[in-house]
């Protein structure tokens, strides 16, 4: 018969009671201990302690003696802290010394820490205690409030000299032209620019000499010379040109030069934006413009109606003339601007 070697079993046991666990455990937790070198000194598998941490169950413990506060107490400290807490207010010392049975607390102190008239009451001198940490946090943190006070005014002193430096002058504000505007957000734009500052030069006021630049150029674009030809009676035909102001009837007038556009409510216009033309309907108008809501194009030469609405205010100068109401082309929403073809 073969004689075989049995091999001892590779496998170890651990021999470990509840409180070489709880030892191991607490390790971990409070000293820093890595979880190996804990399993190696107290004799805890790896995996035991691995499953107790993820538990995330504190520690049993055995019941202690009884608290030392009474219930009233008790009761009565948990109410000064939810009010106090609810409206962010701190435990205020005249709160807590009306409460303490209306007594003074030099009083209240000589009663309960004299050794000879001191009856054993212990939760009065518990109360006592936690009265006293309250007074001294408050007391803290009402100084560091003083002092964070007291920099924020010194703080806000220092901002107010330093901007009444850097004021400018009072006549730029009584100036009698306005000035342009500092904050980028609220540019004017400069068509309002030129219809403003056009205004106010031929008032005589002084105008600052880019918005005078400006207005000199806007006006050299407009003819200075009109030329004017009538049928007098004879049939002859009569040519003028000089400076003279001229009578004429409104049926000489082009109306299609913006200044002689006669703005109405639900009347269909072009206007000019960013160097396109756009078809539209004015909404609003006044006496320097209008609000126009404009079509977009559709392809090559149907117009449609935006779903999101494109409403602009348009100075007189980019309402290019007036047209017709836009003919339906299709069931699409489709629209025809026979005007728009000499600006396409």
């Not at 598998?45 to 107490?73: D, F, Q, Y």
């Not at 809501?293 to 609405?309: D, F, Q, S, Y």
Request: net charge neutral; glycine share 4%; hydrophobic share 30%.
């Amino acid at each position: 018969m073969t004689k075989t070697k049995k091999r001892e079993s590779s496998r170890k046991f651990f021999s470990y009671t509840e409180k070489n666990l709880q030892k191991a455990i607490e390790a971990i937790t409070k000293n820093g201990v890595s979880r190996k070198s804990a399993a190696r000194e107290f004799n805890v598998p790896r995996s035991t302690l691995v499953r107790n941490l993820s538990l995330a169950t504190p520690p049993r413990r055995k019941m202690g003696r009884a608290a030392e506060l009474s219930e009233i107490e008790e009761e009565m400290i948990e109410n000064w802290s939810q009010t106090a807490s609810s409206k962010k207010l701190l435990l205020l010392l005249d709160q807590l010394k009306n409460k303490i049975e209306q007594r003074d607390p030099e009083e209240f102190l000589k009663t309960y820490l004299d050794e000879e008239d001191w009856s054993g009451d212990v939760s009065c001198l518990k109360l006592y205690n936690v009265w006293a940490v309250i007074k001294t946090d408050t007391e803290s943190l009402q100084k560091h409030i003083e002092i964070s006070e007291a920099n924020s005014t010194r703080e806000t002193d220092k901002n107010i000299n330093s901007s009444e430096k850097n004021k400018p002058p009072t006549n730029i504000y009584n100036s009698p032209v306005a000035g342009p505007s500092r904050c980028t957000e609220w540019n004017t734009p400069p068509q309002r620019s030129i219809c403003y500052y056009g205004k106010k030069e031929n008032k005589g006021l002084k105008v600052p000499t880019p918005f005078k630049n400006e207005v000199n150029k806007k006006r050299m674009q407009k003819p200075t010379e009109q030329t004017l030809i009538k049928t007098t009676a004879a049939g002859e035909e009569s040519c003028s040109e000089s400076d003279m102001d001229v009578t004429c009837d409104d049926e000489d007038l082009d109306l299609s030069e913006p200044e002689n556009l006669t703005l109405i409510t639900g009347q269909y216009v072009i206007v000019k934006y960013e160097d396109n033309y756009y078809p539209g309907i004015i909404l609003k108008y006044d006496s320097e413009g209008a609000e126009v809501r404009t079509m977009v194009n559709a392809g090559i030469n149907p117009w449609k109606w935006p779903l999101k609405e494109g409403i602009l205010y348009y100075f007189k100068d980019a309402i290019i003339c007036i047209i017709q109401k836009p003919q339906p082309k299709n069931n699409r929403g489709h629209y025809t601007v026979s005007e728009m073809k000499k600006y396409n």
